[in-house]
């Protein structure tokens, strides 16, 4: 058969990028695993069930400013003068208030029997025990009613929240000690590259600090997961397969960086097929192009690429919602994105979708770092997020972009 009669080889389209992530969020899993763990200690953990309040807050009408109680009806004319009966502080009860009387009372305070508004002090003048009224208050003025924030029976916190300090504030403020949640997610990490070297070693010729190491293990730590650091493993077949039977045995997710590409010393792809499978290999994506994804055991598997800012950005917009969907988060999956002027030119479009690191200027615009290569990490320190650009788009001045902030993708 002659050359020209030979087929050619086709090379594989590779996947979009709303591809990739709905073939990742379809495979996802969520953890099964509930444990119930103190209010105090559930910073960054994902509600396992929904929580229901058995109080109303407030409890009971209270006042929301330091001043005086009094009946609205005793200060029409804007210029009362009552008697102070009593001093109300936060956390008394106090007694009925008669006609003609006002209760000192501060803030927090609940409202005494009797009286349907509160005065703030500055609209007061005390002399003696006499309390001139210097306003005329309307029905329920500067009152906060009870259960006018959560009602009694109300779904404060719904299953699969991601607990914050907001949230677990709510969740104090009815009285809940403890809250039922996932398991923390399972995650071994392990980095491949002979070339590898850890800060505070020797770095010999042709060698580089392993700093996707120290990127990536944050990004887990910051997503709440327990990590088992397999450290760096060898440019060799063998040892990346027995590496990758070890991980598998006792971990949800594994999590690697280098060796995805196509060279001779890349092993990878080889090891998880003979391993597990691959089930998804390089997304249209720049930076991050050699992105794996696929299962060894009963553990997932994603390859991140070497580079580090290509390894940094396909955690973020990849792995971190998949993450999100093994932890049975429910909302906040995809990062919120903001339509923001472009005061740049970026004139030579991609075929593949690019996530250019950009900043916001002091006029409100984005302005990209001179250097989009995939191996500047300084463009990620110098940035405040990543314009979502799509394939095949140029970019002019003036244009409105999609940016997604770190602050967004980072937690």
């Not at 899993?29 to 509930?34: E, G, M, T, Y």
């Not at 444990?35 to 209270?62: F, I």
């Not at 403020?173 to 995650?187: C, H, M, Y």
């Not at 003036?398 to 997604?404: N, P």
């Amino acid at each position: 058969m002659s050359d020209e009669s030979k087929p050619k080889f086709q090379p594989k389209p590779l996947l979009a990028v709303g591809e990739a992530l709905a073939l990742m969020a379809a495979a996802a899993r969520p953890l099964a695993d509930v444990e119930v763990v103190p209010t105090l200690t559930a910073n960054g953990r994902v509600l396992a069930k929904a929580q229901v309040s058995e109080m109303n807050v407030p409890g009971r009408d209270n006042t929301q400013m330091d001043g005086y109680a009094v009946r609205a009806a005793d200060c029409v004319g804007g210029n009362a003068a009552l008697t102070v009966s009593q001093r109300i502080p936060a956390g008394h009860v106090g007694q009925p208030l008669l006609p003609g009387t006002a209760a000192r009372i501060f803030t927090g305070a609940l409202i005494p029997e009797g009286a349907d508004a509160v005065v703030m002090q500055e609209q007061c003048e005390l002399v003696g025990n006499l309390v001139t009224i210097r306003h005329a208050p309307k029905s329920g003025e500067w009152i906060r009613r009870a259960g006018e924030d959560i009602t009694n029976g109300s779904v404060i916190l719904p299953s699969g929240t991601r607990l914050r300090s907001q949230e677990l504030g709510l969740a104090a403020s009815v009285g809940l000690a403890e809250l039922p949640v996932k398991r923390k997610l399972r995650v071994a990490v392990f980095f491949t590259g002979d070339e590898l070297t850890m800060p505070g070693e020797p770095l010999a010729p042709g060698a580089i600090y392993n700093s996707n190491r120290f990127t990536l293990r944050a990004l887990l730590e910051n997503l709440g997961c327990e990590i088992s650091d397999f450290g760096i493993v060898p440019d060799s077949l063998d040892a990346t397969r027995s590496v990758l039977r070890e991980c598998a045995q006792a971990h949800d997710l594994i999590i690697t960086s280098g060796g995805v590409s196509v060279g001779e010393e890349d092993h990878i792809k080889p090891a998880v097929e003979a391993e597990g499978k691959l089930n998804m290999w390089q997304i249209a994506v720049k930076p991050g192009k050699p992105l794996a994804f696929g299962e060894v055991g009963k553990a997932f598997f994603v390859g991140l690429p070497g580079n580090p800012v290509s390894s940094f950005i396909t955690f973020l917009m990849f792995v971190r919602p998949f993450l999100l969907r093994l932890q049975g988060v429910t909302e906040g999956l995809a990062p919120r994105s903001f339509a923001m002027r472009a005061d740049f030119h970026w004139p030579k479009a991609d075929k593949r979708n690019e996530f250019l690191r950009a900043r916001i200027n002091a006029a409100g615009g984005l302005e990209l770092f001179t250097n989009q290569s995939s191996g500047v990490l300084t463009s990620t320190v110098w940035g405040d997020g990543v314009i979502d650009n799509p394939p095949g788009q140029t970019i002019a001045a003036g244009d409105t972009v999609r940016f997604i902030p770190f602050s967004e993708l980072m937690y």
